[in-house]
């Protein structure tokens, strides 16, 4: 049972590039996540799903965009890389109520934007 | 607004030691309250939680301590090992918000041996 799975682990991006955060689990929840972890600011949600083909923004959405056409997958797409997007990124996954489940994490993307 | 305040940020104790990490929430819809254990290179995992209608849960060594009208809540590690040093957040859900978990900012715990 892999759980949530992210690709890749590490990426460095220059300014301006574009590039898309992949995840996907295979536990059939409905709920998925994105959050970015900055040193000493918690984990801000990003964007989420509640379900295929529904996606609603999160606390900071700007910058990314995200899509989620089968219940396994959820990836996330940065357009036009800023500094500013440098963070630990984490995907999520949870069977029921949301917030009120366990949230199952992916072990994070690291992304540098030089 | 930061709508889950934590503390304290670093801690340090000594094996054998009770760490406690604080957390205050101000929304009063807020009814499901997780604490979130993270190792380094890791994704968080959950490690307990506890809804309003209790004062404790005690899961081993790691007890949650909730103060409904204070609007706090705490994690106590009795008898704390190296192996618990770790990256600990509080969170908070509210029941039709989507229920989307609002996190603390982490505290960062070392445990010496």
């Known amino acids: 049972n892999a759980g949530v799975t992210q690709t890749p682990k590490f990426r460095i991006l220059k300014i301006g590039q574009s590039m898309t955060l992949q995840c996907t689990q295979d536990?059939?929840?409905?709920?998925m996540y994105w959050y970015r972890q900055d040193p000493g600011m918690g984990l801000k949600l990003i964007y989420y799903?509640?379900?295929?083909?529904?996606?609603d923004k999160g606390e900071v959405p700007n910058g990314y965009n995200v899509s989620r056409s089968t219940t396994e997958d959820f990836p996330l797409r940065l357009e036009l890389a800023a500094p500013s997007q440098t963070s630990v990124y984490f995907c999520?996954?949870?069977?029921?109520?949301?917030?009120?489940?366990?949230?199952?994490f992916g072990q994070g993307t690291r992304l540098t934007v030089v | 607004q930061q709508q889950v305040k934590q503390s304290p940020q670093s801690l340090i104790v000594q094996k054998g030691g009770i760490s406690i990490i604080n957390c205050a929430y101000e929304?009063?819809?807020?009814?499901?309250f997780p604490w979130y254990q993270q190792f380094p290179g890791k994704g968080p995992a959950l490690l307990i939680a506890?809804?309003?209608?209790?004062s404790e849960k005690k899961e081993g060594r790691f007890t949650i301590s909730f103060n409904k009208s204070a609007k706090q809540f705490s994690l106590h590690i009795m008898d704390s090992q190296p192996g618990d040093s770790a990256t600990y957040f509080c969170?908070?859900?509210?029941?039709?918000?989507?229920?989307?978990?609002?996190f603390g900012k982490g505290t960062k715990l070392t445990v010496n041996p």
């Open positions: 799903s509640v379900g295929a083909g529904i996606t």
């Open positions: 999520a996954s949870s069977l029921g109520t949301g917030g009120r489940t366990e949230a199952f």
């Open positions: 929304n009063t819809a807020f009814d499901y």
């Open positions: 536990m059939n929840h409905n709920y």
């Open positions: 506890i809804r309003p209608d209790v």
């Open positions: 969170a908070a859900s509210k029941e039709g918000g989507s229920e989307k978990l609002v």
